[in-house]
Nanobody, 118 residues
Framework: QVQLVESGGGLVQAGGSLRLSCAAS????????MGWFRQAPGKEREFVAR???????RYSDSVKGRFTISRENAKKTVYLQMNSLKPEDTAVYTC????????????WGQGTQVTVSS
């Protein structure tokens, strides 16, 4: 069983930055692919970013160039650095673990709220 706990959300003005963290349990965290997703009010959950066990990353077009996903295996933590935030980035951000690198995210955190004011 893997538990994921997000932190770092909050209220920020447009143009500002936040760094989200996702702390994981589990002995084989370094083997997992990890992803960040978000869900805005009244909208479906959408993919934000992914990092695999080797450090390769992928981003949605809407955040590419502004957000950076990274991981620190010794701390079993994945980060999402969010710069140049826009009001449309307002959402609940959730991290997820893909233990088999199959793009099936088996474990999910509870989420952290990010609100960007204009």
């Amino acid at each position: 069983q893997v538990q994921l706990v997000e932190s770092g959300g909050g209220l920020v003005q447009a143009g500002g930055s936040l760094r989200l963290s996702c702390a994981a349990s589990g002995r084989t965290f370094s083997n997992y692919a990890m992803g960040w997703f978000r869900q805005a009010p009244g909208k479906e959950r959408e993919f934000v970013a992914r990092i695999n066990w080797g450090g390769s990353t992928r981003y949605s077009d809407s955040v590419k160039g502004r957000f950076t996903i990274s991981r620190e295996n010794a701390k079993k933590t994945v980060y999402l650095q969010m710069n140049s935030l826009k009001p449309e980035d307002t959402a609940v951000y959730t991290c997820a673990a893909d233990p088999t690198s199959s793009y099936y995210y088996e474990y999910w955190g509870q989420g952290t709220q990010v609100t960007v004011s204009s």
